[in-house]
């Protein structure tokens, strides 16, 4: 069974940092691709960055580029999501999210294709 679990998240002033982190087990696919979204109240959920299998494809969302940086260790086990310069809109519940398959720039961003989710975890942004 695969399983995610997120942590990290916190409450922070305008202007800082968190660091979040995606624990992955049970995944055996050699292909992957990794994707951190968030979800606001009342809207949908959101791709925020990506990274597929040998860091083929990387995307972000354009409200997060040069703020936020995913990276993953060990391969499909791990990933983060460093978000500098933190602000109010930043505010969500952000989960992480796994599919088996090597996605590629048109499809990376969108929810329906990932396969395997965390809880999710929340980020506030004060002001």
């Known amino acids: 069974e695969v399983q995610l679990v997120e942590s990290g998240g916190g409450l922070v002033r305008a202007g800082g940092s968190l660091r979040l982190s995606c624990a992955a087990s049970?995944?055996?696919?050699?292909?992957?691709?990794i994707g951190w979204f968030r979800r606001v109240p009342g809207k949908e959920r959101e791709g925020v960055a990506c990274?597929?299998?040998?860091?083929?494809?990387?995307y972000y969302a354009d409200s997060v580029k040069g703020r936020f940086t995913i990276s993953n260790v060990n391969a499909k086990n791990t990933v983060y999501l460093q978000m500098n310069r933190l602000n109010p809109e930043d505010t969500a519940v952000y989960y992480c999210?796994?599919?088996?398959?090597?996605?590629?720039?048109?499809?990376?961003?969108?929810?329906?294709?990932?396969?395997?989710w965390g809880q999710g975890t929340q980020v506030t942004v004060s002001s």
């Open positions: 049970g995944f055996t696919f050699d292909d992957y691709t």
């Open positions: 990274i597929s299998s040998s860091s083929s494809y990387t």
């Open positions: 999210a796994q599919t088996g398959r090597t996605l590629i720039l048109s499809t990376i961003r969108l929810m329906d294709e990932y396969d395997y």
